[in-house]
């Protein structure tokens, strides 16, 4: 089964044809994949446009899939169903994929099923060389989501943690804002860092004690006390890139801390050995290395999906749609997206 996805949940335009009958090295099933991401319109405002965003999707998807059908050297009549991200995310940019794939699913005649853009993420590892098995603990960590959830099977989701106000990627964002490095803020604090110390200043480790939910609006508040307060912290001539560098990794690894710390929790509370981690966040390779190390010391295991896999992107969506398709699961014609979906109302395969 040839599997066509389409995820535009927010500023990333991602297509990929998942085959079901192709078992690469790296990426089992995936054909090709084509992703535009919106970083450079969106810049200039520190954040997703959500207006921009949905222009920006309707320009890219028809040359998207043709880029996409010329690399895998794969007609439209050779697709036998295609996948759209349903939500959640902004209303317009799923509108845009959702109208673009189920329209495209009934000129040809073929099933056509809305996927949860977080039920991609914690499947996206599925599709790696050693893929875990079920059950397992997912941290989905994004720029929008921050969640830990205990997974028995596809669609049996117990959510066991999230955050009561900011997702981490947001607060990676909003400190790299602080700091005045580019958008998207992860990849730049995570450059930074590189240089920097992460025990030069003292950073809060949120919500450690209670219960496996996260907060992550008072580690902006210190982010910014601590630049206002640190002399030369600005990216100005008077500013130390030292000083910058030993904030940017303090920053990281309080959140490192706090992510891991709440990972271990969780996978003892639950009695499982094996953690998935997935979402833009999850690229991070300080959070990797530390997950490694510190779940090896309670004999447990993590699993990361594919770099190409992390952020937003189509193949993940697809992959998630032939799961569920080949369950017997699709969509009639009539096309709604959810903004806002909990994953306990998924229904199981």
């Not at 090709?32 to 998807?61: C, F, M, T, W």
């Not at 050297?73 to 189920?102: C, H, N, Q, W």
């Amino acid at each position: 089964m040839k599997v066509l996805g389409l995820e535009t949940s927010c500023d990333e335009t991602g297509l990929a044809i998942f085959d079901s009958e192709q078992v690469g090295e790296d990426n089992k099933g995936l054909v090709g994949q084509v992703l535009y991401s919106q970083v450079e319109l969106h810049a200039n405002y520190g954040g997703v446009v959500p207006e921009l965003a949905s222009r920006d999707h309707i320009r890219k998807l028809v040359p998207l899939l043709n880029e996409l059908l010329a690399q895998c050297d794969v007609s439209k009549d050779e697709i036998d169903a295609i996948a759209y991200t349903k939500g959640p995310g902004l209303i317009g940019a799923l509108m845009t994929g959702a109208l673009f794939g189920r329209s495209l699913a009934y000129g040809l005649d073929i099933p056509a099923i809305g996927i949860h853009h977080m039920e991609g993420h914690l499947l996206a590892p599925l599709m790696g060389a050693n893929p875990p098995a079920f059950p397992f603990v997912s941290l989905l960590v994004s720029g929008g989501h921050t969640l830990l959830i205990a997974a028995r099977g596809i669609g049996e989701y117990e959510i066991l943690g999230e955050s009561i106000d900011d997702a981490a990627g947001e607060c990676f964002d909003k400190a790299a804002k602080m700091l005045n490095l580019p958008y998207p803020g992860g990849p730049n604090i995570a450059k930074l860092a590189e240089t920097g110390n992460p025990n030069a200043y003292e950073l809060p480790r949120p919500m450690l004690h209670r219960g496996l939910d996260f907060s992550f609006s008072g580690m902006k508040t210190a982010v910014h006390n601590l630049i206002k307060d640190t002399p030369h912290s600005g990216s100005g001539s008077d500013g130390d890139p030292q000083v910058r560098a030993d904030i940017a990794a303090s920053f990281q690894q309080a959140m490192v801390d706090t992510l891991v710390k709440k990972c271990v929790k969780a996978l003892k509370q639950t009695g499982m050995s094996r953690l998935v981690i997935a979402g833009g966040v999850s690229a991070n390779t300080h959070l990797r290395e530390t997950l490694e190390t510190e779940l090896a010391k309670i004999q447990a295991t993590v699993h990361c999906a594919p770099p190409a896999l992390c952020t937003d992107n189509g193949a993940m969506i697809a992959y998630a749609g032939f799961e569920r398709l080949q369950a017997g699961q699709a969509d009639d014609l009539a096309v709604s997206c959810v903004p806002r979906w909990p994953m306990t109302e998924l229904p199981a395969v």
